[in-house]
Each structure stands twice: as C-alpha cells, then as structure tokens.
Nanobody, 117 residues
Framework: QVQLVESGGGLVQPGGSLRLSCAASGSRFSINAMAWYRQVPGKERELIAAINRASSTNYADPVKGRFTISRDNVKNMVYLQMNSLKPEDTAVYFC???????????WGQGTQVTVSS
C-alpha cells in the first residue's frame, strides 16, 4: 500500500504561482511513474504532467511552458511548480503514482487550486 498526500493548494491571483507537493509513504513500495492530474466539476480527470524515475517528463498542451514537474526519489516526493496561473487552471489537483511492487496505481486525496482575482 502507498499513501499519497498532496499539499500546497490555495487561492492565487491570475499570473501568480503555486507549488504543489506530494509525499509518498508506505511499508514497501517502489514508485516508477508519478504524475499530476486535475479535475473540475462535471469533467473527467485530465493528465497534465508526468515524470518517470529517470525524470523524463511530459506535459499536456494547456500547461506547457508554465508548469514544471519534478521529483525527489530519495524523499519519494513529486512537485508541480505552477507559474503564470490562469483562471482556467482552477481545479482539484491529484497526485498519482504507479507502484512497481504491487503493480497498482495510487491517488492522493486532491488539493484545491483556485485562480481568481
């Protein structure tokens, strides 16, 4: 079992920045891929950024050039630096991890990001 806990969400003005963090913990795990998803009411959860253990990254088009995903394999953390935030970035952001040992995906509980003046 892997537990993922996100932090860092909140209210920010358009053009501002936020940094999300996600901490993975558990008794026995080895995480390969980690990612951030977001979801707004009435819409499907969408992948916005992913990173593998070698720190190769991928981004969804709406966030390219504004968001940066990174990870610390020693601390089992993944981060999402969000710059130049727009109102349309408002969503609940979820951390995702794939555990090699259990061959299972895990999700955090989500953190709200609201971009508004």
């Amino acid at each position: 079992q892997v537990q993922l806990v996100e932090s860092g969400g909140g209210l920010v003005q358009p053009g501002g920045s936020l940094r999300l963090s996600c901490a993975a913990s558990g008794s026995r795990f080895s995480i390969n891929a980690m990612a951030w998803y977001r979801q707004v009411p009435g819409k499907e959860r969408e992948l916005i950024a992913a990173i593998n253990r070698a720190s190769s990254t991928n981004y969804a088009d709406p966030v390219k050039g504004r968001f940066t995903i990174s990870r610390d394999n020693v601390k089992n953390m993944v981060y999402l630096q969000m710059n130049s935030l727009k109102p349309e970035d408002t969503a609940v952001y979820f951390c995702y991890a794939w555990d090699i040992i259990s061959s299972s995906p895990y999700w955090g509980q989500g953190t709200q990001v609201t971009v508004s003046s």
